[in-house]
């Protein structure tokens, strides 16, 4: 089994950053990618940011140039920087993880998610 924790959430006004952190442990053989999805009361969950092991990224247009993805392989944790923060950005936010954990077997994993709280 793969366990992701994530931390960082919180309550911050408009125009404010927060950085999120999430650290894999468990069966990990290697992890293909990991990303951040986010889902706020009565919509469906969407992809904020991925980022690949070899250091790719990818993000959602509602947050380029103010959110930034980050891995640190070594530790099998990511991180999502969020700087210039709007209301809308309001949201569970969940961890996600592509892994293997054998040479063949491999499974999508998510963390418990973190409120994100954003005040105008």
């Known amino acids: 089994q793969v366990q992701l924790v994530e931390s960082g959430g919180g309550l911050v006004q408009a125009g404010g950053s927060l950085r999120l952190s999430c650290v894999a442990s468990g069966s990990i053989f290697r992890i293909i990618a990991m990303g951040w999805y986010r889902q706020a009361p009565g919509q469906q969950r969407d992809v904020v940011a991925a980022v690949n092991s070899g250091g790719a990224t990818d993000y959602a247009d509602s947050v380029k140039g103010r959110f930034t993805i980050s891995r640190d392989n070594a530790k099998n944790t990511v991180y999502l920087q969020m700087n210039s923060l709007k209301p809308e950005d309001t949201a569970v936010y969940y961890c996600?993880?592509?892994?293997?954990?054998?040479?063949?077997?491999?499974?999508?994993?998510w963390g418990q998610g973190t409120q994100v709280t954003v005040s105008s």
């Open positions: 996600n993880a592509r892994v293997y954990t054998d040479y063949t077997k491999w499974d999508d994993y």
